[in-house]
C-alpha cells in the first residue's frame, strides 16, 4: 500500500514509526513531516489544509490510503472532500467527516450530543455575545471555581478555570464581546467544575466495530507539581495505574459504548480514532472533552504498547471489517517524557542544533517540532522532541525515558522532571 499521512508532530512521527512495521506497506510519504519521520518515509512539503494539493498529490503518487493525524483537516472536511471528488471517492481516509469532527470543532456540538445520550459530564450552558447577560446569571449561580470553553478549536489554548467571579465575568465578555479566542469563541461553554484525576481513552471504530486502545495519562502544565501555564503536553504515561479493570468497565459501558451507539442515532458516519478525555471523580468516569483524532502526547506512548499491524486496523476501518481485526498490546508500561524550547509555552527561539539523539539506544526519539538541515537537526517549535521507553512497570519505563533524555542537548532545553510520579 502506499500512504499519505498528514501532520508534522509526535503523534504523526509515532504513526510512521508503527506504519513503516507494516508488511503491507510499500511506499509512506508524510506532509509536511518533521526530522524524525523521514526516517520511515519521504517527507513531502505540504500544508495538510491545502486540500487541493493533497489532491494533486494523492493522484500524481497513486496513494492508497490517507491518514490524518490533526485535527484541523478534519473539521475543516479532507474526508468530504475526498467522498465528493470523483477522481478521489474510492481512496479512503482514516478520520472522520466534518459533521462527526464537530464533536471536537464545537464544545456545544459535543455537550448536547452527551445530554442526548445520557453520557456522564459536567453541567453546563451555552453562551453568546447576545445572550451575554444570561451568562452572567448562569456564572452567579454557579459555585467557584468557574470553568469557561471556547466552542470552536482554540489550540488548546481556549479553556480557562478562574476562581473568582468577577475575573469569570470580565474573561466571559472579553472571550464573546472582544472575540479574545477570534470565532473560536463566538460560543462560550459555561461549565461546572469537576474534581478528579484525569486520564485519557481511544478507540478506533469503522462505524460499527470498534476496538479500545490502551490508556494513557498526560500532563498539561508547563511546571513541575502540575504548576504554570497549560501545554499541548509535557510527557504521558501506560497503562495508568488507578484506572483497574472496574473503572474502565464503567468507561466501555457508561461513556464508550453509548457514544458508539449515539452516533448511529445521530445519523453520525464516524470513522477513525475518538479520544475521550476523561475524569475520574470518586472513582466515577465522567466525560471532559472528545477529540476526533489520537492525543498528542498520549500517541507516543499508545501506539507503541500496539503490538497489532496498524495498516491492518486502517484497512478495517476503512471497509468496515474491523470486527475481524485482532488487536493485541504489549504488556509493558511505556512512559513519555517531552523535551521543549526554553520559554515555551510563551515565546520561544526556535532553530537551535540538537545533539546526541544517535547517543540513545534504550528509548525511541519521537520528533514533534523538528526540522532537517542536512544530516543536522534543528528545533521547530515549542515541544521539540518526546523519549519513549518500555518497562516491566512506569518506574523502570520512566527512569530509561529520564537517563535518555540527559543525552540530548540543545540551547535552552526545558523539560519535566516528575512525570508520572504522581501515580506511582
Not at 452567579?140 to 465575568?169: R, S
Not at 532537517?372 to 518497562?391: E, K, Q, W
Request: hydrophobic share 40%; aromatic share 10%.
Amino acid at each position: 500500500m502506499r500512504i499519505l499521512l498528514l501532520g508534522s508532530g509526535g503523534r504523526e512521527h509515532a504513526f510512521a514509526w508503527k506504519i513503516a512495521q507494516s508488511s503491507a506497506l510499500d511506499e509512506l510519504f508524510i506532509a509536511p513531516g518533521n526530522a524524525g519521520t523521514r526516517l520511515h518515509g519521504k517527507n513531502v512539503d505540504i500544508n495538510p489544509n491545502d486540500f487541493q494539493a493533497i489532491k494533486e498529490f494523492t493522484l500524481e503518487n497513486n496513494i492508497n490510503m490517507v491518514v490524518v493525524g490533526p485535527e484541523d483537516p478534519l473539521v475543516n472536511g479532507i474526508v468530504d472532500f475526498f467522498e465528493t471528488d470523483e477522481k478521489l471517492k474510492n481512496i479512503p481516509v482514516i478520520g472522520p467527516n466534518a459533521k462527526a469532527a464537530q464533536l471536537e470543532g464545537s464544545k456545544d456540538f459535543a455537550k448536547q450530543f452527551m445530554a442526548r445520550h445520557s453520557i456522564p459530564t459536567a453541567k453546563y450552558g451555552t453562551f453568546t455575545k447576545e445572550t451575554l447577560e444570561e451568562g452572567y446569571a448562569f456564572l452567579g449561580k454557579m459555585k467557584a471555581p468557574y470553568v469557561l470553553k471556547a466552542d470552536g478549536l482554540a489550540a488548546g489554548k481556549g479553556v480557562l478555570i478562574l476562581d473568582n467571579l468577577t475575573e469569570a465575568k470580565k474573561e466571559l465578555k472579553s472571550m464573546l464581546a472582544d472575540a479574545k479566542f477570534g470565532d473560536a469563541s463566538s460560543s462560550v461553554v459555561i461549565e461546572q467544575f469537576l474534581s478528579g484525576i484525569e486520564l485519557s481513552c481511544f478507540v478506533i471504530t469503522d462505524g460499527d466495530a470498534y476496538k479500545i486502545l490502551p490508556e494513557a495519562k498526560d500532563y498539561k502544565r508547563i511546571g513541575e507539581g502540575d504548576k504554570g501555564l497549560n501545554t499541548g503536553g509535557m510527557g504521558a504515561v501506560s497503562p495508568v495505574p488507578f484506572a483497574n479493570p472496574t473503572f474502565l468497565d464503567k468507561i466501555k459501558n457508561q461513556i464508550i459504548i453509548p457514544t458508539i451507539k449515539g452516533f448511529k442515532q445521530d445519523g453520525i458516519t464516524y470513522k477513525g480514532f475518538v479520544f475521550f478525555g476523561i475524569i475520574n471523580v470518586k472513582n466515577e468516569p465522567y466525560v471532559i472533552e472528545y477529540n476526533c483524532r489520537m492525543g498528542d502526547p498520549e500517541t507516543e506512548v499508545v501506539i507503541p504498547r500496539l503490538k497489532s499491524d496498524l495498516l491492518d486496523l486502517f484497512e478495517g476501518v476503512a471497509t468496515k471489517t474491523l470486527s475481524e481485526c485482532d488487536v493485541q498490546f504489549d504488556e509493558r508500561s511505556a512512559a513519555t517524557v517531552m523535551m521543549v524550547s526554553g520559554g515555551y509555552p510563551e515565546s520561544y527561539e526556535k532553530g537551535k542544533q540538537i545533539f546526541g539523539i544517535n547517543s540513545v539506544t534504550d528509548s525511541i526519539i519521537f520528533h514533534a517540532g523538528t526540522s532537517a538541515d542536512g544530516p543536522a537537526v534543528i528545533s521547530n517549535g515549542g515541544r521539540v522532541l518526546a523519549a519513549t521507553s518500555y518497562g516491566k512497570n512506569l518506574e523502570a519505563a520512566l527512569k530509561k525515558s529520564y537517563d535518555s533524555i540527559g543525552k540530548i542537548e540543545f540551547e535552552k532545553a526545558a523539560y519535566r522532571k516528575d512525570i508520572g510520579f504522581d501515580v506511582l
